[in-house]
């Protein structure tokens, strides 16, 4: 019979304390989390020699499927929040999770997402030192939601922030736009594409430091949820600026682009889990772009727009024969307007 | 000396800047009457000495007013002269809080035509004469109070001559604040589409007409924005426009010098003529005659024809000099706003026309050219600009306290609308706000034109719809604490008819049949977009009662530009086995990724569903039209499927029977049929119209009777099809109902906000009463 989870895993008693020492412990296998103690006690010392400042995110992730071509949610709840740190400058240090099991989850399935979850912060280079684990009743959630925190150093003189972002600076995104959103589709059977479109579920902390290598970065945001217009639109509105896309420059895997030209779906507007949006200098944007292009997260790395004085803050996209359009933070779903 | 007594007469309206205290100069000089004239803050005040008969008076004045002159409301009351005048005077007038009624730019009058062809005249061929009766107004004003230092006549300083006609109450100019003459005023000049002058004056004009004749494009300054104009009876040069444009299809407007012109073009009756000849000179849509010279590409595949007589003295000069008519299409790139500024025009339009010809007076206000048809011996305004704005659009009863409302209207044919002092005041059309620039400007409009009109902002009125660019701006601007109202779409439609039919604030419930692409429609339904309904509604409240049933839109927007895409989603509806008829007209459709989309349809991927009568007319037009894969511009199927239907009607119009339901299945099945038996696409296309038409006006007779209603609203911009609305109409007169049109106000998007700034009035009034 299918081994399943049962409210007895959220109970407190052994057979929670079986999950976690066979299930959990041996794929993190680190030397805190064995510990076994209510918190993770972390050396101060080896951080305050690494930065001056400490970064700290969250984030939750509740995701239908929850495994889908190129990623699961538990490599998604670690670079969710790790590419929160590494935009921020952050070097990212370590994790909590939260798991949110529903009854009846097939042992099986959690298994492989822990296990994906694990490899994914070896990758990223950061541990997982505390957590906790509930049941809940069958239908009070879907499967899984995870939670993770996570806290990061910043070196000292690193500056980065959308105030600091300026005019005559240029866009710059790592790769193809609304890989994820597409892949998800594609996975809930609501689209059944031929060929196979992978989510860019990644970290993006190593690519993060081969760009701060290679110049300075004025500011970063990773383009999740209302992808990269929803970025562009923060950006503008705290920097007060314009910013102007060229949509020819827009890097667009060919099948997201089949699916938008179709079903009408902007890939600016679509999520990402693996793509972030920099603002560089004009003269430190070919060096950024290159050291972006030579490293594995980011080899269709591309200048998308530029920076400009405005007198109240806009994102525009500039079309082909000069047509011009406003790309306005999205407001829920996209819906047709004209009349 | 000693005092008298008197009577003092108050005039309001637009009185000022109009050759109205001239007017009663002369009137009161006629009867002998002593007193004076002059503005203040009202209007005008005019005083009598007694004895005077104060009330014929008053009759002679409305009878023989001044042609731009607009009289709101007389009152008399008596007065005492503490020195009795000796004769009648206009006076000096009285500083202070300003009247801010600016008149509309005005055709040319019969006097200033005849100043500029009579030899000798000091204003032979001069293209910027003008006087009280006519001329720029609006276009030109920067501020009140209207004077011409606030013009961008302020340039040009008069002459002796031209100061003399100005300071004399006698003459056709005095204080007509753009009064020029060649010595003193603006001048034109010609310049090649690098920007370098090529020749001045009237050398200029000769010039260009010589480019035209020859077959260029020549861009030309007139009042509110630049034109693009070429030989209309020339193909290669209409085509080279079309091509420089990117404009592929979209029917060019004419201009004509006179009404003998425009007879070889177009049939007309005598209300078109009378609406081509009115003060205002806006483009009407006339049916053209089948020998008219005109060149194919003008308006291939419209039924209607735009014309336009010259209306400004340069226009009349080239028009007599050109001998034919010219295409007359606003100056603006492809989706960009019509050019004002002569930088601008040189950047944009320079890459489109060979020759510019421009003058030195700056456009102050950008003013499209207005759209008018005449429909049942009314006319009916599709397009709202030059010669209506600014005059405010008086209010039916009960909106008299109507005050601080500014409603930002829709997103696409844009304009917004201010409620003053119980009058609403209508902004100029300004387009799709999607477009960065005109964006820009309608930002810059909402803030300039409340200025100009002395105006207290108390709330704010916009479109329910969550993703509107002008909702966004007004919840935006209401940050600062004051109320904004959400508007329904089309409540806003049908109360902006209303108001365009005299119906007062507390008029009873009446029905109302609003077709339009697409707005929002709230919770009343299970579908959030309309654009088919039959509403039971006043000012305050509005019901959905029933309407077309939903259907996919599918890829959204983009579904209101490709034709194809609504076939599919009506097909997949109505005629499940569609896909079994082998018609050519089906095959094309099969070449679509029909895959794809049906599962997009299946999951509501940017599908949703929308009760769109505009879709619908789309879906048709790409089964019987060659308008199947995209529409080059809005409403274009839908034309040509209407122009299509037009060629199939012989003789009187008859309306059918009126069904019981609204059967979009039987509807498709029976153009199927017709297809597969060969039927002529005409009678099709009638059959179409006609089947819809009185489906629909079987449902608003029941709806009618069942709420005892017995007046209907026709609104929404799929109303401007005037076949249908002429079915329409025949079928609901026909039983007795009331049918209210629009005819003032736009029944396309551009008459939202009116309708917007009414409702959310009427809703605060509601709640004072009540509280
Ligand atoms: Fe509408
Ligand atoms: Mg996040
Ligand atoms: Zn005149
Ligand atoms: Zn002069």
Redesign the interface.
């Known amino acids: 019979m299918t081994e399943r989870i049962t409210l007895a895993h959220g109970s407190g008693g052994q057979a929670m304390q079986r999950l976690i020492k066979e299930r959990f412990l041996a794929q993190f296998d680190n030397a805190e989390l064995a510990r076994m103690e209510d918190q993770a006690q972390l050396a101060l010392a080896p951080m305050m020699a690494a930065g001056d400042r400490l970064a700290f995110a969250t984030d939750s992730f509740v995701v239908d499927p929850i495994e889908f071509p190129g990623g699961d949610i538990g490599k998604l709840a670690v670079c969710g929040t790790v590419n929160d740190l590494a935009v921020g400058g952050a070097l990212p240090h370590s994790l909590s999770v939260g798991l949110i099991l529903e009854e009846g989850l097939e042992m099986a399935v959690l298994d492989r997402l822990i296990t994906s979850l694990a490899a994914t912060a070896r990758a990223a280079g950061v541990q997982v030192v505390t957590g906790d684990t509930k049941v809940v009743h069958r239908g009070s959630c879907d499967k899984i939601f995870i939670n993770t925190s996570g806290i990061g150093v910043i070196p000292s003189h690193r500056q980065l922030g959308a105030h600091r972002v300026q005019p005559g600076d240029l866009i710059l995104v790592n790769g193809t736009l609304g890989d994820h959103g597409a892949a998800i ?1 594609q996975a ?1 059977g ?4 031929s060929g196979t479109l992978e989510s860019d579920c990644q970290p993006l902390n190593g690519l993060v430091e081969a760009m701060l290598a290679a110049g300075p970065v004025h500011a970063m945001r990773d383009a999740t949820r209302g992808g990269v217009a929803a970025v562009c639109n923060e950006i503008a509105e705290v920097a007060g600026l314009r910013l102007t896309l060229k949509e020819s420059a827009l890097p667009i895997h060919p099948q997201v682009r089949g ?1 938008s030209e ?4 902007d890939p600016l507007l679509m999520a990402n889990e693996g793509k972030l949006v920099a603002f560089v200098a004009a003269e430190h944007a070919e060096a950024v772009l290159a050291a972006m292009r030579a490293h594995p997260s980011g080899r269709e790395a591309a200048i998308i727009g530029a920076v400009e004085p405005a007198a ?1 803050h ?1 994102v ?1 996209v500039e079309g082909l ?6 790309l ?1 933070m999205p ?9 | 000396m000693s005092s008298c007594n008197g009577i003092a007469i108050r005039v309001r309206g637009q009185v000022q800047g109009v050759g109205f205290r001239p007017f009663i100069w002369q009137l009161a000089r006629e009867s002998h009457l002593r007193g004076d004239v002059f503005n203040d803050s009202e209007g005008v005040l005019i005083r009598l000495c007694q004895p005077v008969d104060g009330d014929a008076f008053i009759r002679t004045m409305r009878e023989r007013l001044p042609p731009l002159a607009r009289v709101d409301a007389v009152e008399s009351s008596p007065c005492q002269f503490d020195e009795a005048p000796t004769d009648f005077a206009i006076s000096r007038s009285v500083a202070g809080v300003v009247n801010t009624r600016i008149a509309p730019d005005t055709a040319t009058c019969p006097a200033c035509l005849a100043d500029i062809v009579r030899d000798g005249d000091r204003r032979q061929h001069y293209p910027f004469t003008n006087c009280t009766h006519c001329g720029p107004r609006f276009s030109i004003i920067r501020q009140v109070p209207y004077d011409r230092p606030f013009t961008s006549m302020a340039d040009f300083p008069l002459c002796p001559a031209c100061q003399q006609e100005y300071d004399n109450p006698a003459d056709r100019r005095f204080h007509a604040q753009p009064n020029a003459c060649p010595e003193c005023g603006p001048s034109l000049t010609l310049y090649d589409n690098a920007g370098h002058p090529l020749a001045q004056r009237e050398q200029a004009l000769t010039e260009a007409v010589d480019a035209l004749r020859a077959g260029q494009i020549v861009a030309i300054k007139a009042l509110g924005g630049y034109h693009l104009a070429v030989d209309a009876s020339n193909d290669q040069a209409v085509s080279t426009l079309r091509q420089r444009k990117h404009r592929p299809s979209k029917p060019f407007a004419l201009m004509v010098a006179d009404l003998a012109m425009a007879h070889t073009l177009v049939q007309l009756n005598d209300a078109e003529a009378a609406a081509l000849t009115s003060p205002a000179a806006p483009i009407v849509l006339l049916r053209p005659r089948t020998d008219a010279p005109l060149a194919a590409s003008v308006a291939p595949g419209m039924a209607q024809l735009g014309v336009m007589l010259a209306s400004n003295p340069l226009q009349h000069l080239l028009m007599k000099r050109m001998g034919r008519a010219l295409v007359m299409t606003s100056g603006n790139a492809s989706g960009r706003p019509p050019c004002i500024d002569d930088g601008h025009a040189l950047a944009e339009l320079g890459p489109i026309a060979d020759r510019l010809l421009a003058h030195n007076r700056a456009i102050v206000n950008r003013v499209d050219d207005s759209i008018v048809m005449v429909e049942g011996g009314q006319r009916q305004l599709l397009r709202r600009a030059r010669g209506f704005v600014p005059s405010p659009l008086p209010l039916p009863g009960g909106f008299e306290q109507a005050d601080g409302v500014l409603a930002y209207g829709a997103d696409l044919k844009n304009t917004f609308c201010v409620l003053r002092q119980g009058q609403a005041l209508l902004s100029a059309h300004l387009g799709d706000l999607s477009d960065p620039q005109l964006f820009a400007s309608y930002q810059h409009n909402l803030t300039r034109f409340p200025a100009l009109f002395d105006f207290q902002l108390r709330q704010r009125a916009c479109d329910s719809h969550p993703g509107y660019l002008s909702s966004q701006l007004a919840r935006q601007h209401s940050q600062d604490g004051l109320p904004c109202h959400d508007i329904d779409h089309h409540h806003a439609h049908l109360a902006a008819c209303l108001a365009d039919n005299g119906q007062p604030l507390d008029t009873a419930p009446v029905l109302g049949l609003v077709l339009d692409g697409l707005g929002w429609g709230g919770s009343d339904t299970e579908h959030q977009l309309w654009g088919g309904e039959i509403l039971l509604a006043d000012y305050r409240q509005c019901r959905y009662l029933e309407g077309l049933p939903p259907v996919a839109l599918p890829g959204g927007d983009l579904a209101a530009r490709a034709p194809w895409r609504n076939l599919v989603a009506h097909l997949d509806e109505a005629c499940h086995d569609w896909e079994e008829w082998s018609l050519p007209e089906l095959e094309r459709l099969q070449q679509k990724p029909l895959g794809l989309l049906r599962q997009g349809i299946a999951s509501g991927l940017n599908c949703p569903e929308a009760s769109s009568a505009g879709r619908l007319f789309d879906a048709a037009a790409a089964l019987l039209t060659p308008v199947f894969e995209q529409q080059h511009f809005e409403g274009e199927a839908a034309m040509v499927l209407e122009g299509l239907a037009w060629q199939a009607v012989k003789g009187e119009l008859t309306p059918l029977p009126e069904p019981d339901e609204i059967d979009l299945s039987a509807l498709w099945y029976g153009l199927l049929q017709g297809l597969a038996s060969e039927r002529p696409r005409p009678e099709l296309a009638l059959q179409f119209h006609q089947q819809l038409a009185a489906a629909l006006a079987g449902r608003v007779l029941y709806q009618a009777r069942h709420h005892q209603v017995d007046r209907v609203v026709l609104s929404g911009g799929v109303m401007q099809n005037r076949l249908l609305q002429r079915l329409l109409v025949q079928s609901l007169n026909g039983h007795g109902l009331i049918v209210l049109r629009h005819h003032h106000v736009p029944a396309n998007d551009g008459g939202l906000a009116l309708g917007q700034a009414l409702i959310a009035w009427a809703r605060q009034t509601d709640r004072k009463e009540q509280a």
């Open positions: 589709l809930r609501e689209l059944a594409l699916i179709i079903l009408g779906l109240s806009q525009l024969y000069g047509t011009c359009r406003q306005l407001v829920g779903e996209q819906l047709p307007r004209i009349c």
